[in-house]
């Protein structure tokens, strides 16, 4: 245990918006990892972490007590928790460690759903606050401290071209990139300009388990995900369809309607008809809500 | 705390509403039963052997076996109708000393609370309990089951002790207890008795606790804290790597990536 050392929580550094993709000599970017933001607390002894709403999450995510191992000196790292579905980071897959309260079911679900930790800040290290040194002398020290590849610990890679970035981002469907300047200092609970955030509005393939209707014509689709087994619902979607179009889906899903909620968890609302999980929808949205459901989401297609 | 129940504390002429509470839990671990090829929770299922079919709860009686293999059947309605005087009443009989009531009788404890309008009489009660050092023996109905009790003072709460009626606790006849044929010097008998004083203290019973128990707690946790250990499955965590690599690949970074200079030693940083 270190005297002096700052005891969570501590309200990490936010980015604000920015619309579009730029390039510049002062910053760098960094790929916008789609997870839990989390704070990982280190004293010497014990390793707690902490989330973006100061909650604490030690217990969900028990294989970054391996921090203990890998470290020497108390340090306060910063970083985003991501789980992989299909290749991709997926918030509602990381949410499922997210929520859980019981130790064992978060250590059941170690294995089951493995997450990873990918490390952009250092706070805190030996036995001084880090905060007001640079960014550039921040990395330095988060590299050395983390130097070789211990998963799930990733330390985040730092790209000259934002705008290069940005569009392989696009390609490989992820959330965004972040544009950090260069020797700027790190401020907690600040949403500073000194870090932006450009996102990509990420396609997302749902299927789609019900529909409310505008007299006999669908005009809203109920969409869900697969978590395993279960489909998980995400929201419902409204825009991106013209009338003719809604009109030939209502004839299509009316063929598969079903009694019961094909969702796990169905939303608790009147006049949604169900159906079988069997259509997909590909659906445009700009960021997950608390809740796990799609924030303005748009179908682009029907699958 | 839930109640268990609301009925009435009879003394005499009056009648006190109170609720009546578990005072006391047991902390045991507990376990499941697993099958070992697959981990799954064991299910339980109620079978006749003879029908050799599943019975559903609709189907199963209560039968009294009062010789081996015959049975009396007793019905809902056979149990409805044994008269009880009281089915959710503390009757108080009689007061006696707490003293003359050997321990060995009480079973299970309950704290009673004052219900609607109870509160006068049963402080009235407490502080003449109180005053005369006296509890209250009663006879009581908890479900189905008419009990003995003890009602006594605990600090600002009345206690309830359900106790064994006298036909329940065995007779220590049977057992080889020392006779007066023994003799026991003097001395030896100085040293036990100083050996108690010296032992003697207040009782405490938060000096005490379950060790047993926290020994197995600290296995479990040592168990689950073991599976964290033992995880870190290659594949997805490639799976980052790759997704990493796929941006490095098209993308420039800032810098070559640094010369893990410390990973040939000890692959800890510092």
Same mark, same amino acid.
């Given at each position: 245990?270190?005297?002096?050392?700052?005891?969570?929580?501590?309200?990490?550094?936010?980015?604000?918006?920015?619309?579009?993709?730029?390039?510049?000599?002062?910053?760098?970017?960094?790929?916008?990892?789609?997870?839990?933001?989390?704070?990982?607390?280190?004293?010497?002894?014990?390793?707690?972490?902490?989330?973006?709403?100061?909650?604490?999450?030690?217990?969900?995510?028990?294989?970054?007590?391996?921090?203990?191992?890998?470290?020497?000196?108390?340090?306060?790292?910063?970083?985003?928790?991501?789980?992989?579905?299909?290749?991709?980071?997926?918030?509602?897959?990381?949410? &499922?460690?997210?929520?859980?309260? /019981?130790?064992?079911?978060?250590? #059941?679900? !170690? =294995? %089951?759903?493995?997450?990873?930790?990918?490390?952009?800040?250092?706070?805190?290290?030996?036995?001084?606050?880090?905060?007001?040194?640079?960014?550039?002398?921040?990395?330095?020290?988060?590299?050395?401290?983390?130097?070789?590849?211990?998963?799930?610990?990733?330390?985040?890679?730092?790209?000259?071209?934002?705008?290069?970035?940005?569009?392989?981002?696009?390609?490989?469907?992820?959330?965004?990139?972040?544009?950090?300047?260069?020797?700027?200092?790190?401020?907690?609970?600040?949403?500073?300009?000194?870090?932006?955030?450009?996102?990509?509005?990420?396609?997302?393939?749902?299927?789609?388990?019900?529909?409310?209707?505008?007299?006999?014509?669908?005009?809203?689709?109920?969409?869900?995900?697969?978590?395993?087994?279960?489909?998980?619902?995400?929201?419902?979607?409204?825009?991106?369809? &013209?009338?003719?179009?809604?009109? /030939?889906?209502?004839?299509?899903? #009316?063929? !598969? =309607? %079903?009694?019961?909620?094909?969702?796990?968890?169905?939303?608790?609302?009147?006049?949604?008809?169900?159906?079988?999980?069997?259509?997909?929808?590909?659906?445009?949205?700009?960021?997950?809500?608390?809740?796990?459901?799609?924030?303005?989401?748009?179908?682009?297609?029907?699958? | 705390?839930?109640?268990?129940?609301?009925?009435?504390?009879?003394?005499?002429?009056?009648?006190?509403?109170?609720?009546?509470?578990?005072?006391?839990?047991?902390?045991?671990?507990?376990?499941?039963?697993?099958?070992?090829?697959?981990?799954?929770?064991?299910?339980?299922?109620?079978?006749?052997?003879?029908?050799?079919?599943?019975?559903?709860?609709?189907?199963?009686?209560?039968?009294?076996?009062?010789?081996?293999?015959?049975?009396?059947?007793?019905?809902?309605?056979?149990?409805?109708?044994?008269?009880?005087?009281?089915?959710?009443?503390?009757?108080?009989?009689?007061?006696?000393?707490?003293?003359?009531?050997?321990?060995?009788?009480?079973?299970?404890?309950?704290?009673?609370?004052?219900?609607?309008?109870?509160?006068?009489?049963?402080?009235?009660?407490?502080?003449?309990?109180?005053?005369?050092?006296?509890?209250?023996?009663?006879?009581?109905?908890?479900?189905?089951?008419?009990?003995?009790?003890?009602?006594?003072?605990?600090?600002?709460?009345?206690?309830?002790?359900?106790?064994?009626?006298?036909?329940?606790?065995?007779?220590?006849?049977?057992?080889?207890?020392?006779?007066?044929?023994?003799?026991?010097?003097?001395?030896?008998?100085?040293?036990?008795?100083?050996?108690?004083?010296?032992?003697?203290?207040?009782?405490?019973?938060?000096?005490?606790?379950?060790?047993?128990?926290?020994?197995?707690?600290?296995?479990?946790?040592?168990?689950?804290?073991?599976?964290?250990?033992?995880?870190?499955?290659?594949?997805?965590?490639?799976?980052?790597?790759?997704?990493?690599?796929?941006?490095?690949?098209?993308?420039?970074?800032?810098?070559?990536?640094?010369?893990?200079?410390?990973?040939?030693?000890?692959?800890?940083?510092?």
């Amino acid at each position: 245990m270190s005297p002096g050392f700052p005891s969570p929580p501590i309200p990490p550094m936010e980015p604000v918006k920015c619309e579009k993709a730029f390039d510049s000599e002062d910053h760098i970017f960094q790929v916008k990892w789609d997870g839990v933001r989390v704070l990982a607390f280190f004293n010497g002894a014990e390793v707690t972490l902490q989330n973006r709403r100061l909650h604490d999450r030690t217990r969900q995510y028990p294989e970054l007590q391996s921090l203990r191992q890998l470290v020497k000196h108390p340090v306060i790292i910063d970083g985003e928790i991501i789980a992989l579905k299909d290749g991709n980071p997926s918030f509602p897959t990381v949410m &499922r460690r997210d929520g859980v309260r /019981s130790a064992n079911t978060a250590a #059941s679900l !170690v =294995k %089951t759903v493995p997450i990873s930790y990918m490390v952009f800040d250092i706070l805190y290290y030996r036995n001084n606050l880090t905060t007001d040194l640079p960014w550039y002398k921040r990395h330095e020290i988060l590299q050395d401290v983390l130097s070789a590849m211990h998963p799930p610990f990733h330390v985040v890679d730092n790209f000259t071209g934002g705008l290069e970035l940005f569009a392989q981002v696009q390609r490989m469907k992820l959330e965004g990139i972040v544009a950090k300047v260069k020797d700027s200092r790190y401020i907690p609970g600040g949403k500073s300009s000194l870090w932006k955030k450009i996102k990509n509005r990420p396609l997302l393939t749902c299927h789609i388990g019900g529909f409310t209707r505008r007299g006999t014509t669908a005009n809203s689709l109920l969409m869900g995900i697969f978590e395993q087994d279960r489909l998980l619902y995400i929201g419902r979607a409204g825009s991106g369809l &013209r009338e003719e179009q809604w009109e /030939s889906l209502t004839r299509v899903l #009316s063929g !598969v =309607k %079903t009694s019961s909620p094909p969702f796990e968890n169905p939303p608790q609302q009147t006049g949604i008809t169900w159906v079988k999980p069997v259509y997909q929808a590909a659906v445009e949205y700009t960021e997950w809500t608390e809740k796990t459901h799609l924030r303005s989401p748009v179908i682009k297609q029907i699958l | 705390m839930r109640s268990l129940w609301k009925g009435f504390l009879g003394f005499g002429l009056v009648s006190i509403p109170v609720k009546l509470y578990v005072a006391t839990e047991k902390k045991d671990v507990k376990f499941r039963y697993l099958h070992q090829a697959c981990m799954t929770p064991v299910q339980y299922q109620k079978r006749c052997p003879t029908c050799n079919k599943e019975l559903d709860n609709s189907e199963i009686v209560y039968g009294y076996e009062y010789q081996k293999g015959r049975f009396v059947v007793l019905s809902e309605e056979d149990f409805a109708r044994i008269p009880l005087p009281s089915t959710r009443s503390v009757e108080i009989l009689n007061f006696v000393d707490l003293n003359q009531v050997d321990p060995l009788y009480f079973d299970k404890s309950y704290y009673l609370e004052p219900g609607d309008g109870g509160s006068k009489p049963y402080l009235l009660l407490l502080q003449a309990m109180e005053a005369t050092g006296k509890i209250a023996i009663a006879r009581v109905v908890i479900r189905t089951k008419e009990s003995l009790a003890a009602v006594r003072v605990k600090d600002r709460v009345l206690v309830m002790e359900t106790m064994f009626f006298p036909d329940e606790v065995r007779s220590y006849a049977g057992l080889e207890l020392p006779g007066d044929n023994i003799q026991i010097h003097e001395n030896e008998s100085k040293m036990a008795i100083s050996l108690i004083e010296n032992l003697t203290t207040d009782f405490d019973p938060d000096q005490y606790q379950n060790r047993y128990r926290q020994a197995l707690r600290e296995m479990i946790e040592a168990k689950i804290a073991g599976q964290e250990v033992e995880v870190s499955p290659e594949a997805p965590a490639a799976n980052v790597v790759d997704l990493m690599e796929a941006l490095k690949q098209s993308v420039k970074m800032t810098e070559k990536p640094r010369k893990r200079k410390r990973t040939a030693k000890t692959g800890v940083g510092t």
